[in-house]
């Protein structure tokens, strides 16, 4: 089969689409024919060299997939050849074919194309455990994602306010913005020139709000404590903004705040199957329904990979970056 390799750790021009083995279907897994894959910032830093696969895992980019069950491993009794199906996976979407255990499969939500369907089982996942799961977001209370115009932000944002939350967004551009409203948001606030926990005070009656996604890390991890009301919960899913930082823990006793932290990709199989089950029972009503919508923003032939990296990195785009085998 063919799929993205890696050449050697750098920019996007070190990606080569070339000819390797098929993969070995073992017991507990389905072989996924790929339809689409979806990039993924963790791709950007694993073709830097700087964020590895977990050991024993699919070696090429590509963290989650749709396409059709080609074969079905010997313990596996819930998939048949032929399914219409996307999954999350710990590597391998960017190729041909992919082996994926069987409980990070779903079926490809009704009146969503096949394609399109490789656009949310990260994004569902990421955003189903850590806003709602751990961080137990519910309705009515106001939650603010940064990064809204991301795949992360486009899907967070249709979700909570599916689910009753007020939503409050940070964007960088009028454009941006102007797109997550439309998506739903509340609060939209250009981070480059405006003070966005001045403005959370301002719309939330100087409270704060209940819980914050952030992928930026370090930068903004004070005055994300400081833009959280009582009993607020942030959770961090990544490091655009840094790693390393000083904060004031008076601010988190004064207000009783938590402070989680998490990746999807290094969970075991076993928990990233009971978060498929709850995306499955949660969010797919919502997508069946046409309440949350894929937004796929450009799609690249999988020949084109290195392409598509340099799009991601512009920050130019809305939503997710679709590859096609």
Known sequence: MKAVVITTPGGPEV???QEVEDPEL??????IKVEATALNQAEILQRKGVYPPPPGSNPYL???CSGTIEAVGKQVSHWQVGDKVCALLSGGGYAEKVAVPAGQVLLAPPGVSLQDA???PEVSCTVWSTVFMMSRLS???TFLVHGGSSGIGTF???IAKYLGAKVFVTAGSKEKLAFCKNL??????NYKTEDFVARVKEETGGKGVDVILDIIGAEYLQRNLDSLSFDGRLFVIGTMGGAVTEIDLRVVLSKRLTIQAAGLRYRSPENKAAIVREVENNVWPAIVAGKVKPVVYKYFPLSEAAEAHRLMESSQHIGKILLLP
């Open 15 to 17: 990606l080569q689409l």
């Open 26 to 31: 073992k017991g507990d897994e389905v072989l």
């Open 62 to 64: 590509g963290l989650e």
């Open 118 to 120: 490789a656009s949310f």
């Open 139 to 141: 309705a009515g209370e």
């Open 156 to 158: 967070a944002i249709q």
């Open 184 to 189: 739903g948001a509340d609060v939209c606030i």
